[in-house]
């Protein structure tokens, strides 16, 4: 089993749609759960990023961990076509160890 | 101000030939990042240093050899290009430990061997 796993879609929407972008990973010893945006021929910018679990929002933005499932998953609420990119997401043990751990990505698209 | 910035942006060559990246950050942070990015867009960790002392190098031919002249910059050099080293390599930074998990990535460098 991979430690991460992310489905690379393509995922299209309709402008204004809630998106949802998952991720699932193995080792319950992670403790940094972040989502980055890549959009074409750019580096990956981090988005936002939780410690250890719960909810995060950052305007239409809302990145949640459950532990208990090994799941993180990051709502998008009211897409625009701006935010059509590649979502990443990334994970890390914390500590001394900074070596981050990635999925696959997931393509999005916001069609106007 | 970029943060961090690696030349050049594109690069072609041939097989065999030996070729090198730039990277350096001016965001003051102590670990740097080589990171190579596959056709299929999975990003994956080839080396890290902090402060000039390697601490991360995963399975990654002997051909690529970082170097790190000071905190600030990170250079990547690869002999004996081959076909399977065409990807996009991005150069990251991070800092203190202590401050979070945050890494700034660069423009990414597309090579390109024929």
């Known amino acids: 089993q991979k430690e991460v796993e992310q489905d690379p879609g393509p995922l299209s929407v309709p402008e204004g749609a809630i998106v949802s972008l998952n991720c699932t990973y193995s080792n319950s010893a992670f403790q940094y759960f972040m989502w980055y945006r890549q959009y074409s021929r750019k580096g990956p910018e981090l988005l936002m990023y939780t410690y250890s679990s719960g909810n995060k929002e950052d305007g239409r933005f809302t990145a949640q961990v459950d532990k208990s499932s090994k799941y993180i998953s990051l709502f998008i609420r009211d897409s625009q076509p701006s935010d059509s990119a590649t979502y990443l997401c990334?994970?890390?043990?914390?500590?001394?160890?900074?070596?981050?751990?990635w999925g696959l990505g997931t393509s999005l698209a916001v069609n106007p | 101000d970029t943060a961090v910035s690696q030349t050049p942006k594109y690069l072609v060559t041939q097989m065999g030939n030996d070729k090198s990246i730039k990277c350096e950050q001016n965001?003051?942070?102590?670990?740097m990042y080589w990171y190579k990015q596959d056709s299929k867009k999975f990003l994956k960790i080839m080396f890290s240093y902090n402060n000039k002392e390697l601490i991360i190098n995963e399975t990654v031919p002997n051909r690529f050899s970082p170097k790190s002249p000071d905190k600030a910059h990170l250079n990547l050099h690869i002999n004996s290009l081959e076909l399977g080293d065409s990807a996009v390599y991005f150069c990251?930074?991070?800092?203190?430990?202590?401050?979070?998990?945050?890494?700034?990535f660069g423009q990414g460098t597309r090579l390109t061997v024929v």
């Open positions: 990251a930074s991070s800092q203190d430990v202590r401050e979070g998990p945050e890494a700034f």
């Open positions: 990334a994970i890390c043990w914390g500590g001394n160890n900074r070596k981050l751990i």
């Open positions: 965001l003051g942070h102590d670990t």
